[in-house]
């Protein structure tokens, strides 16, 4: 209202032009752009311009200290016929798809059990969360440490329970490296979901269960109809990034495998790692970086809409 | 005997004429037996801690076993040590750089989130309370920012950093973390801010007061176990970044820890497990001491930001 006003008034007297200060001062878009200035000058300078760089990067033969040429899309041909990328895409959906799946379970029975009444609760959600908030890349040390192919504890103490006989090489073995790194990526999500289920399980009314059990709902009826449905769109919130910290890991894998043995556990983020500045072709790891973004998306919408979807039909508000 | 079959016989009793404030909120859980429970609740639950521990207590042991105990598992029970020694830890903080590395990490994230969480306080007023043209939009993609993984960016963000001559120093990942950074703690900042009543700063507008005025003196005070959540939740953040640490920094004494102990720690064939151990729970401890102050605020951050 006032700034209608003020304006009016203003084109009445064309003399009095409001200086830039004035501006400053009266206009919300004017000020709603200082306030955004430093915000969005970090974002542009260094996540806008460089996603778009990436993908221009990714349409050139550019290498380290080298500008490049464009060449269209040769990189992604390339990479078409290229087994390790093929493999890559393989191993990290096969990381995603059933490191997501296992969290999700896990974390959604740890909530559960969480959620009952127990001695020390307090202390009990603190500690779970520890894993996650250690850094990832010093927890996989100790993960390193612990599937050595020598010295490794589960060795040793399968072996005195007299279930092997021989050292497990956990990270030296095509299959058994992807199930133990897998396990730690595991290890490290359970928490983030299974606090945040926790946070959602809370604010469901327990008048609803008492209610339920009145009515002689079984343990699962209550779980299936009333907290899954009321649980909905948290658990797409949780799931989407679960998916999206999950297919775009890099840490766990450098540093336990390297992409190794015989890049057995290379996902894409470590293969574009590889080729891009280990080995100095920029357009090719950019293509391959790129080339995440449409599986990506996929993943998103997946675990977004699919699970939001619910919620309509529920006719839950669209808050 | 008849004891027990009496209380039995009175039990229906009691619920009958309970009044309504005896209502638990465990709905009928009470009626579940500590056997039952030990089971279905106490056992899964012990496990499931067991195996979340367990890579700490390993680590904190390693970190203090003498070197002849730690490859020698025929003689010695590896699951505990007689006698712990504290050179592996001395070696890491006398015989290497690691106390610069701990330096620099702390520097690197105290300044990538004192920006971060300047920005965003900023950019989360503006779009909350100044609605100006296009608020939502610009809402919209701060989101959007925050989906886009550091692992798309990382190699055209290295020619990025190059070219503005910030290769290979600190300034490289303090200016980049806050990609990271910024859309989490202007969304969370944002949910603060729309809980405060508008009314105050009518009031205050009505006395005078400039927008900036209203912000120090009104609403940064009324936010803050929003800003503490948001600076907990960036500084964990920044302390676990890696790919960004690793691809923009080569000189060794501007490494953070994370980095420096997966490339500078290791050398060649020869992993010196102990010093290494104890480089891992050293880097992690501030963490977990700050945490072990503002769990709460962890918490609402983290299921703040999901519920937004």
């Keep these: 209202m006032t700034d209608v006003a003020l304006k009016s008034r203003l084109d009445k007297r064309p003399i009095q032009e409001p200086t830039s200060w004035d501006r400053l001062k009266t206009n919300k878009n004017w000020l709603g752009l200082w306030f955004m200035l430093p915000a969005g000058a970090i974002l542009i300078l260094f996540l806008a311009y460089p996603l778009g760089l990436g993908v221009w990067l990714s349409f050139t033969d550019a290498k380290i200290g080298r500008a490049g040429e464009f060449v269209g899309l040769e990189n992604y041909e390339w990479l078409r016929e290229d087994s390790t990328f093929l493999l890559s895409v393989f191993n990290t959906l096969l990381y995603t798809t059933v490191a997501s799946i296992i969290k999700f379970a896990v974390g959604l029975y740890l909530a559960l059990l969480l959620n009952e009444r127990l001695p020390f609760k307090a202390i009990l959600r603190a500690v779970v969360l520890i894993p996650f908030i250690v850094p990832t890349v010093l927890s996989a040390i100790a993960f390193w440490w612990i599937y050595d192919a020598q010295f490794s504890i589960i060795s040793w103490s399968l072996k005195q329970m007299g279930l092997i006989t021989t050292n497990i090489d956990f990270l030296g073995d095509v299959w058994n490296a992807r199930w133990s790194t897998i396990f730690a990526n595991i290890w490290r999500g359970v928490p983030f979901v299974a606090i945040t289920l926790l946070a959602g399980l809370q604010t469901v009314s327990p008048s609803l269960y008492e209610a339920a059990t009145i009515d002689g709902a079984t343990p699962w009826q209550r779980f299936r109809f009333i907290t899954y449905p009321l649980l909905t769109p948290i658990i797409a919130v949780v799931m989407t990034f679960s998916v999206l910290f999950t297919f775009t890991d890099f840490q766990l894998i450098w540093v336990m495998t390297r992409g190794g043995p015989v890049n057995a556990t290379h996902l894409m983020a470590t293969l574009s790692y590889q080729r891009a500045i280990i080995g100095g072709s920029l357009g090719e790891g950019a293509a391959i970086s790129t080339a995440m973004i449409p599986f990506l998306l996929a993943a998103i919408m997946v675990s977004w809409f699919g699970l939001q979807r619910r919620k309509w039909q529920q006719g839950g508000d669209n808050d | 005997m008849t004891d027990v079959l009496a209380e039995k016989a009175a039990r229906p009793q009691r619920v009958l004429t309970a009044s309504p404030a005896a209502d638990h909120s465990e709905g009928m859980s009470y009626l579940n037996s500590l056997p039952r429970r030990l089971v279905t609740l106490y056992l899964p639950l012990g496990i499931i801690m067991v195996v979340l521990l367990f890579p700490f207590y390993w680590m904190a042991l390693t970190s203090v076993k003498p070197d002849e105990q730690l490859l020698d598992f025929d003689i010695y029970n590896p699951f505990w040590t007689w006698n712990p020694t504290f050179k592996h830890i001395h070696k890491l903080l006398f015989d290497t750089q690691y106390p610069v590395w701990l330096w620099n990490t702390m520097l690197i994230a105290t300044c990538a989130t004192a920006l971060s969480i300047f920005a965003s306080v900023l950019a989360a007023y503006a779009i909350v309370r100044l609605r100006y043209r296009g608020a939502q939009w610009v809402g919209g993609a701060i989101f959007l920012a925050y989906l886009v993984p550091p692992s798309i960016l990382f190699i055209p963000l290295s020619t990025v950093v190059f ?52 912000l120090v003196k009104i609403v940064l005070p009324l936010a803050v176990p929003g800003l503490i959540s948001a600076f907990i939740f960036c500084f964990t953040l920044c302390w676990n970044e890696f790919i960004y640490a690793l691809t923009f920094i080569s000189s060794t004494q501007y490494k953070t820890v994370p980095v420096a102990i997966v490339t500078a720690l290791v050398d060649g064939d020869v992993y010196r497990w102990g010093s290494l151990m104890a480089g891992a729970m050293i880097g992690s401890l501030p963490l977990v001491i700050l945490y072990a102050f503002f769990v709460e605020h962890y918490v609402s951050a983290m299921t703040g930001a999901v519920k937004e």
Excluded: H, N, V
Excluded at chain 2, 168 to 184: E, H
Excluded at chain 2, 188 to 210: H, Q, V
């Design chain 2, 163 to 214: 070219q503005y001559g910030l290769f290979d120093t600190p300034f490289a990942l303090i200016l980049t973390y806050p990609t990271i950074l910024i859309p989490f703690s202007t969304w969370l900042l944002m949910g603060y801010f729309k809980t405060i009543p508008f009314e105050l700063e009518e009031c205050a507008l009505i006395d005078g007061a400039s927008r900036w005025q209203i």
